[in-house]
């Protein structure tokens, strides 16, 4: 059992800093100019910055990358999106022993922008950090209409998809583990690692890969593949169902 004391969310949260910009949410109310929350943007509704924000957001990830489909686009946009949230949610849940409501609604994100740009939270309220709540405020509140989105206009699988976020979450948790170690803060690591273990229960991440806890903290190897491979001079990631990049396949397991 790991016993933590619950710290009061500062209206910054400012604990989050220390750990990068993937972990950090601006939180001084509006951005500078308007911005789709994205309740606005799982919804598909128009941004006038930048039209439909998920597509704009693809289409820029897959120029970016020199990929040949936009799927790939898609499923790395995910990603990266799916990392954010695991990371500030986990983060606040570990170091505060709460989290920030992280509701769609209250959360503007910016599809040209980039960690810790491209998410303003306008409001803090207070939430339990515990797994359940974490799972609820993610997953449910998130990647899954987040995969919905993504999927109504890309041929990407569902089982990806689900991967990616496993994917994202055991990255969040590792460098979670891996800052707590190297600042004396193993309360953190314990819980961070509580927490994931727990997470990963849940039926939307059962079944996407084996966790396993290691000295320099969790590991991770899916049953799906994020795409990359198939992006100009791009190979497997290190949690990859494959060991090396097949060399002629025009779809990927979905887990």
Known sequence: MVLLRIVDLDPDLAALRPLGGFFLLRVAGEPPRPLPTLAQTYAGQSSDVYGNSLTFRVRKVTR???ASEERIGASVAQQGL???LWSAALGCAALYGTLPDLDPRLLRWDPDGS???DLWLTEVRVLPGDAATLAATVLDAHLEPLSAALRAHHPVAQGLLRGNAASALAGAA?????????HGRPETAARARALTAELFTHPLLAGTGTRTETPAGTAFRRRSCCLYYRVPGGGVCGDCCFTRPPRSSP?????
């Open 82 to 84: 799916a990392a954010r």
């Open 115 to 117: 960690a810790p740009d």
């Open 174 to 182: 590792r460098q979670l583990q891996l800052w707590a170690g190297a």
């Open 251 to 255: 779809r990927a397991p979905s887990g």
């Open 64 to 66: 970016a990358l020199r």
